[in-house]
């Protein structure tokens, strides 16, 4: 009797072990992607309260849906190649470059501009695109790799088309493999410029790390420009890192703008950092002094020194305060802010899970309790207007991006803004915070939202917003080898 028990017993226990042992073995075969898949087949379709995806229709190929075919204003041809490049210290970095240089060449249009760039990949073997961070491009001109365009290979060449339209400070780098071309230098400036340029000095500031070492365009240490009392200085801090940069000014500014948007009345600070998370820009402006002002990447010796001439060389001075854009600046009503009448409203959950990522086992980033592929697909219709409740409580900070649109914060942790308008394309999520933010679907096409911390959306920190209606030809994976992240 006593041995039949145990032999139940234990027969029973096989039986569960052989249910997990499924259980596990199904989970890790369903996160295995296939060779070749398209993003409209990944996702779970959220509809937001709004009305549901209309399936009646035929769908459109967002091929359709590119930039203007008439001569442009702007043209320029940019070759990915790999090159060895020298920072301003004679460090050798060997690197992937746009036309042999890191950064690739600073992009200067002017606001209205029809744009023409050309890519060539000369010897980048995953192929490469570029993405117009910021630049609410039409869909077919957003360079995503699998998603609006094949990766252009080696050899190969793709032309973009789009009307500069928004004023302002933005940022082109490959999408691509992203993770990886991005660290390796697969990027650069791009600025949307009034036709009458202000006086002064304009200067974009664009930070790398390289290995651990801080760079402000190729300068790796401290560069001196001479600038001559009284005269304005835009500076246009660009973040290229997945992790958050932090500027420090030793002059009172203003921060102009962020994300390419000016702030409304914004008003002199000093004495505060700023914290621009992965992909963030922050325009800040001052009238330059009498004496010498530095404008440096905390906790290292990188800076730029604008050289009143004579005087004292201001030392490198990190506040204790990070700037806080929520509250800053004077409010100017905007229908997003003031209306209640959202057509749909989505949440953006993240949180991390135990379970398997593209096979891989681990405690991996989660979307609304969801692991890549099942991260949600957000349906909006055209004109919609969509709020979006973001949560992070995951123990780490998330730069969030939002292709093809701008996002207004409404809230953070249940605190309303009251300041400027604030518009984001990349909002740094701290853990444990909450941001109500809003935007008007006004710019159709399949986008990419993602984590601009670009190994976190390798890892399945990515997700899309769709237009009802509309479909793409392009293929992600092996196979067409598409690895946007
Ligand atoms: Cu800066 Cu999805 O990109
Ligand atoms: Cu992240």
Redesign the pocket.
């Known amino acids: 009797m006593r041995r039949l028990l145990i032999r139940t017993a234990s027969a029973a226990g096989l039986l569960v072990l052989l249910v997990v042992l499924g259980v596990v073995a199904k989970a890790w075969f369903d996160s295995r992607l296939p060779d070749s898949y398209s993003a409209m087949d990944y996702g779970q379709v959220d509809d937001g309260g709004g009305p549901p995806h209309d399936h009646s229709h035929n769908l459109v190929s967002i091929e359709t849906l590119h930039g203007p075919r008439t001569k442009p204003d702007f043209r320029t041809t940019l070759v990915a190649k790999q090159a060895e490049v020298e920072l301003a210290s004679g460090r050798a970095v060997s690197a992937w470059t746009f036309n042999g240089q890191v950064p690739g060449p600073e992009l200067r249009v002017h606001q209205g501009d029809v744009v023409e760039v050309t890519l060539v990949n000369e010897d980048i073997d995953d192929g490469v695109t570029i ?1 117009w ?1 910021g630049v609410d491009v039409p869909n077919a001109e957003d360079g ?1 790799a699998g998603v609006t365009q094949d990766a252009v290979m080696p050899g190969e060449r793709y032309t973009y088309r789009f009307r500069a339209d928004q004023l302002g400070t933005f940022w082109y ?1 490959s ?1 691509q493999v ?1 993770s990886k071309q991005v660290k390796r230098g697969l990027y650069g400036a791009f600025v949307i410029e009034p036709r009458t340029k202000a006086k002064g000095l304009d200067l974009a500031v664009v930070a790398h790390d390289f290995s651990g070492r801080a760079a402000m365009g190729s300068h790796d240490g401290v560069e001196r420009r001479r600038v001559g009392a009284r005269n304005d200085v835009r500076l246009r801090l660009v973040n290229t890192n997945s992790s958050p940069e932090r500027f420090y000014v030793t002059s009172p500014f203003r921060v102009l703008a962020i994300d390419g948007t000016d702030l409304n009345g914004p008003t002199p600070i000093q004495d505060q950092m700023l914290v621009l998370g992965g ?1 963030a820009r922050y325009d800040v402006g001052f009238r330059m002094p009498q004496q010498s002002v530095r404008v440096g990447i905390a906790r290292s010796p990188t800076a730029l020194l604008l050289d009143a001439g004579g005087g004292e060389t201001p030392a490198a001075e990190e506040p204790d305060v990070d700037f806080d854009p929520l509250g800053y600046g004077r409010p100017k009503p905007t229908l997003l802010a003031t209306t209640s009448d959202f057509d749909r409203t989505f949440r953006m959950d993240i949180g991390k899970r135990i379970g398997f990522v593209k096979g891989r086992p681990g405690n991996h980033w989660a979307i609304n309790g969801k692991l890549f592929p099942d991260t949600p697909m957000y349906m909006v219709r055209r004109g919609d207007l969509v709020k979006m409740r973001i949560t992070n409580s995951s123990g780490k900070v998330h730069p969030m ?1 939002l ?1 093809g649109h701008h996002l207004l914060v409404l809230s953070r942790d249940g605190k309303k803004n009251t300041g400027s308008p604030w518009w984001v394309d990349t909002l740094d999520v701290f853990d444990g915070e909450e941001y109500e933010v809003a935007f008007r679907a006004d710019n159709p096409g399949l986008w ?1 939202d ?1 984590c ?1 911390n670009l190994p976190h959306a390798r890892d399945g920190l990515t997700m899309h917003v769709a237009y009802e209606g509309l479909t793409t030809p392009f293929r992600l994976g092996d196979g067409p080898h598409n690895h ?1 992240e």
């Open positions: 993405h961070h995503v780098h999408h992203s992909g991006h292709h990419m993602h601009h946007p």
